[in-house]
């Protein structure tokens, strides 16, 4: 409605990127130009979510609570810890990004957008039909998409099969797979799971976005996964334990893992789903439910208050 776009229009109105902060290996691995400090992490994270729920409100369909809660961790990513070029989406050096649970899509679309990979005014055709911005990541379509997804389960396997191929090339990139708790009632994950500890993927970090709900309800009333530490601990993982709305622990741990030899690391994210709106925090029910105009408009009033 008129009401909407405007808000949204208004609001999205371009402005340079507040810089992309992982730049190439070609750089020398420079860590110089990265941003570490939190409190610049965090006014990022704050428009980012405001971005999201621009974009939900224009789309008027697509997930609220996933997004929200994994706001630090792209941010970490794309701005602390991995190696990317925003102007050079294909660089072969750069890391590989592996999304599985494709419908938490609208904050990958707003980091990336923030970071400079395509217009930030684009954000507002999420959904819409002949967008690049697809309610599921198509790959191809948009700069810094690495895989389609949608069909959860799946992006496990398709990073495994990324990291082998880069040690078989003797490619020194990093590949990152981002997976939802819920994926783990998939047998598929699991069978990657096997894959990459029997290769000993130790080029390959998975970051499990544990915020304990999925579709119908919560995790483990639906289908427990706990002791999920233990699980990938006896598959042969190396398991690394966060909050993962704190940057310090993200970064912390992406780094870590970089250290550790002859077999891949999860970082198990815990992650408050809906994080930074009490509305939406931690209820499953925003797990797929768009907020209407007035409750983005309340919930960007809450955020610009924080
Ligand atoms: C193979 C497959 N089965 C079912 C779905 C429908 N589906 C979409 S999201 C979702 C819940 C998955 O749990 P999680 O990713 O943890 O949800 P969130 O934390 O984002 O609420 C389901 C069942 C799907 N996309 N793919
Ligand atoms: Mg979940």
Redesign the pocket.
Known sequence: MAVEKTMANHDMESRKPAGNSGLPDSAQNSTKERCKDPAKLASLAREVRKDILRMLVEAKSG?T??PLGMVEVFTALYYACINHDPKNPQWDGRDRVILS?G??CPVHYAVLAEAGYFPREELLTLRKLGSRLQGHPHRGALPGIENSS????QGLAQACGVALAARLDKKQFRTIALL????HD?GSTWEAVMFAAKYKLDNLVAIV?R?F???DGDTETIMPLEPFADKYRAFGWNVIEIDGNDFTQIISAYEKARTVKGKPTVIIAKII?GKGVKMFENN?KW?GKTPSADEAKAAIAEIDSK
Do not use: K, R, T, V
């Open positions: 997930h609570a996933g649970n419908h938490i949608g069909p959860l389960g939802s708790d819920g994926e998939e976005d915020n709900i999925q579709i789903p499953y797990h």
